[in-house]
């Protein structure tokens, strides 16, 4: 049985930020010893959905790295956008619904706004109701809470935004995919 509790420090399996450990990053590593990145994302933003792509060839041919997706929280519309993200991470499907939104949007030319939001939730089988309350959920609220910390405590205006480590790499220039290969190996 998954408590509050579990969700919240990052014992379960899901979706970005629901599992970053509360404490463990301090040294580069996640649970076990894995070396990690945080990934500062945003649903609105065009790069974020071309890495998020890249990240799912990417991810699988490393499994000694640890991957954790946050999205940034600097706006109401982050909160709006960043809520989605993490109500569906509350109720077990986070990752597909950050690839089902991404695709809405990008490939789809549907708009980033509420109305897409629940009609990917119940495509993946929510029902609206259900996603909205989990959206203003305190687990939901939680995990906001946290992006907005991290978004803050890294100073982060832009994305995507990488941290390894524990240390925040922003080369505007450089292809996010080619410093994780530089980082990681390729």
């Known amino acids: 049985m998954m408590t509050r509790r579990n969700f919240l420090i990052g014992a379960t399996t899901g979706f970005f930020l629901a599992n970053l450990p509360r404490v463990g990053m301090a040294n580069g590593t996640g649970t076990g ?97 259900v996603f909205v309350d989990t959206m203003k959920g305190s687990d939901t609220a939680e995990l906001l809470a946290r992006s907005e910390t991290l978004t803050q405590q890294f100073a982060i205006t832009a994305t995507p935004t990488l941290i390894i480590d524990s240390q925040r790499v922003r080369q505007p220039d450089k292809d996010p995919l080619d410093i994780l290969q530089e980082e990681f190996g390729a």
Not at 83 to 108: D, P, W
């Open 33 to 129: 010893g894995q070396r990690s990145f945080i990934e500062v994302f945003s649903f609105a933003c065009p790069h974020c959905y071309k890495l998020s792509l890249q990240l799912g060839i990417w991810l699988p041919m490393h499994p000694q790295v640890k991957h954790y997706a946050v999205h940034i929280v600097s706006s109401p519309d982050d909160l709006k956008l960043a809520a989605a993200g993490y109500a569906a991470a509350v109720l077990g499907k986070g990752e597909a619904y950050r690839v089902a939104f991404f695709k809405a949007i990008y490939e789809g030319n549907q708009a980033p706004d509420e109305r897409t939001m629940v009609a990917v939730a119940e495509s993946l089988g929510f029902k609206a109701a």
